[in-house]
């Protein structure tokens, strides 16, 4: 008996070779679906890295800011409202202070860095923790607008700080950066005092 000869004819095979016809083009899609968000992946890295390149300052300022911008206002939210007259000793600022004056800091510092007139934030210590803590999540804000806009190459250029003196910008930015985490480590501090985990204390241990 000759060997049989599987043509798109023959009956069975035929829905093979249909099968095929679809399901190629089907495997092509599902393979290029696959590889774009690794594609678009690469190319969002590749970007990252010509920013960081291009403006390194900046760049780290700017993550610095997601980060404390973070912990600060996850800090302030912890403090109760009852502790927020809370201070460590007579000479010390109560924490609504600290709050009151991260927010501050934050507005002015910022407002030097883009050349914007100071911002008029009309804050007490003896405002509510709602009124600080917005206060001081709208002054991160306010910071992550100016700082998606600087670039490295205005570093040099003078801006004015607070009491009139006379810096740079690059200056400014690193004031900034510097403020944060001097303000996360009194906060931490207060909350410490209280029986109160900091937001990175708790990430470490997994709380």
């Not at 890295?49 to 404390?68: G, H, L």
């Not at 007579?90 to 609504?96: K, L, S, V």
Request: net charge neutral.
């Amino acid at each position: 008996m000759p060997p049989t000869i599987l043509t798109p004819s023959t009956p069975f095979c035929g829905m093979l070779f249909a099968w095929g016809r679809i399901m190629k083009p089907i495997a092509v899609a599902i393979l290029l679906l696959a590889f774009v968000p690794a594609s678009i992946a690469q190319d969002k890295d590749k970007d990252n890295d010509k920013a960081a390149t291009a403006n390194p300052i900046v760049v780290t300022v700017r993550q610095m800011e997601q980060r404390f911008s973070k912990n600060l206002a996850a800090a302030a939210d912890e403090m109760p409202a009852t502790k927020y007259s809370y201070k460590p000793t007579p000479e010390q600022i109560t924490f609504a202070h600290l709050v009151m004056h991260i927010a501050s800091s934050n507005n002015g510092l910022c407002a030097a860095i883009a050349g914007d007139p100071a911002r008029d934030t009309k804050l007490s210590e003896t405002d509510s923790k709602e009124v600080l803590t917005k206060a001081l999540q709208d002054s991160f804000a306010y910071c992550e607008q100016v700082l998606a806009k600087a670039d490295d190459s205005t570093l040099g250029q003078p801006v004015v700080l607070f009491g009139g003196r006379n810096s740079t910008r690059g200056a400014a930015l690193i004031y900034l950066s510097a403020d944060w985490a001097d303000h996360y480590s009194a906060a931490s501090m207060y909350l410490r005092l209280n029986g109160l985990l900091p937001p990175t204390a708790k990430k470490a241990m997994g709380k």
